[in-house]
């Protein structure tokens, strides 16, 4: 029986693995409960990285709290718990000591959950799939592992580097040269109130570290190669999350592709979580209130539904 596997990754500010882990369980449930297609086998794979810049940031806010003025500026809860988690987690990233150890985790993670060895990504069972569902900033941290030139320069240790093509490996067409071929095919991506339309802020003015482009782009065109279709990408993004932008008309330019290429379908997906939507509406409320509307994704049903029926199509 062919397996899709569904790779989920957290964004910024998760520090409680276990509620994570609930938390995306209980998401992958709702996901399967749609999906009447019983011929297949789905399996969670549950990615986790928001321990590692965790003491870094409470340094930081120790020394926040130990200015004479810290307790006159406003808004304490919104700084410490919103703000300073996601820019500090953010920034950290940026660090190659800190992103490489979030490679050496997500790596460990991958591997043991899919349950196939490296050798046997080679040659994966037919008919088996991925499927990536991302939230905020992981979107950003996955991609650039994926797909990000600065991995290959000579500064990168060698035992990362390994890490990163293990990685790559387990997806087809993301490898080097006849590794390309090895892997398991991505059938779908679904992102989660994402900033990747801001990353790509990176690449316009000619950047080259952090640039995703030409690696995604020819990851998108090995894969239509084998699926003879483009890949269905769905971009879910609550209206009150600041988090969250269009990646519809942002996605074609970040991949410079011409009116003819037809590698990806891209569909933005308005998800209001009901509450917040109705009674909070257009006030900025839902982003001091701890955040809700950036983190609605994961309990609100119209996504899980719509994710599994994606995978049901594909």
Do not use: C
């Amino acid at each position: 029986m062919s397996t899709d596997y569904i790779v989920f990754i957290h964004g910024v500010n998760v520090r409680n693995e276990a509620a994570y882990n609930k938390q995306a369980n209980e998401m992958f449930q709702n996901i399967k409960a749609s999906i009447k297609d019983s011929s297949r086998t789905l399996k969670p794979v549950i990615l986790y990285w928001g321990n590692v810049g965790q003491s870094s940031t409470n340094t930081l806010l120790k020394g926040l709290e130990s200015s004479p003025q810290w307790k006159e500026f406003w808004f304490q809860d919104l700084r410490t718990t919103q703000f300073l988690p996601f820019v500090g987690d953010a920034a950290l990233y940026l660090s190659r000591t800190v992103s490489k150890a979030i490679v050496e985790q997500l790596t460990e993670q991958a591997v043991n959950q899919i349950g196939l060895s490296l050798e046997q990504l080679k040659n994966p069972p037919d008919g088996d799939r991925l499927h990536l569902v991302t939230h905020s900033w992981g979107t950003v941290v996955l991609f650039d592992i994926l797909f990000s030139s600065r991995w290959e320069e000579d500064a990168v240790a060698i035992e990362i580097r390994q890490l990163i093509e293990n990685m790559r490996r387990g997806f087809f067409g993301v490898g080097t040269d006849s590794e390309q071929e090895f892997g398991i095919p991505l059938a779908s991506i679904h992102t989660m109130g994402s900033p990747i339309a801001l990353f790509n802020l990176v690449n316009i003015q000619g950047g080259n570290s952090f640039n995703l482009t030409p690696k995604l782009k020819e990851f998108l065109e090995k894969l239509q190669e084998k699926l003879h279709k483009p890949l269905p990408w769905k971009n879910y993004a609550h209206p009150g999350d600041p988090i969250a932008y269009p990646l519809k008309g942002v996605i074609p330019l970040f991949l410079d592709l011409d009116k003819d290429q037809n590698i990806v379908s891209v569909e933005d997906v308005m998800s209001p979580s009901s509450w917040i939507g109705g009674l909070l509406g257009k006030s900025i409320l839902p982003v001091i209130n701890g955040g809700k509307a950036h983190g609605s994704y994961w309990t609100e049903r119209k996504v899980a539904q719509m994710i599994g029926n994606v995978i049901q199509s594909t």
